[in-house]
Nanobody, 121 residues
Framework: QVQLVESGGGLVQPGGSLRLSCAAS????????MGWYRQALGKQRDLVAT???????NYADSVKGRFTISRDNAKNTVFLQMNSLKPEDTAVYYC???????????????WGQGTQVTVSS
């Protein structure tokens, strides 16, 4: 069993900042890619950012220069620092971790429950 717990969402004014966290617990052998996705109301879920076990990062064009993804391997946690937030960043944000529960199982993707981020004045 693997559990992902997200935190850090909320309401913020345009230009403000938020920091999202996603902590994984349970049967974890290794975590490769960690990522954040978002889904605005009535739209599909889109990639925001990913980070590999080697700390290579990838960002959606819409968030480059404003968002920063990072990870704490000792705590099985991934973060998303969001600065200069815009109303169009409003969405439910989901973390996704590509992990193996044991040395003899294949990697699979686990999703967090989602946290609402609302950017509005």
């Amino acid at each position: 069993q693997v559990q992902l717990v997200e935190s850090g969402g909320g309401l913020v004014q345009p230009g403000g900042s938020l920091r999202l966290s996603c902590a994984a617990s349970g049967s974890i052998f290794s975590i490769n890619v960690m990522g954040w996705y978002r889904q605005a109301l009535g739209k599909q879920r889109d990639l925001v950012a990913t980070i590999t076990s080697g700390n290579s990062t990838n960002y959606a064009d819409s968030v480059k220069g404003r968002f920063t993804i990072s990870r704490d391997n000792a705590k099985n946690t991934v973060f998303l620092q969001m600065n200069s937030l815009k109303p169009e960043d409003t969405a439910v944000y989901y973390c996704a971790l590509d992990l193996r529960s044991s040395p003899w199982t294949r990697a699979r993707t686990f999703w967090g429950q989602g946290t609402q981020v609302t950017v509005s004045s």
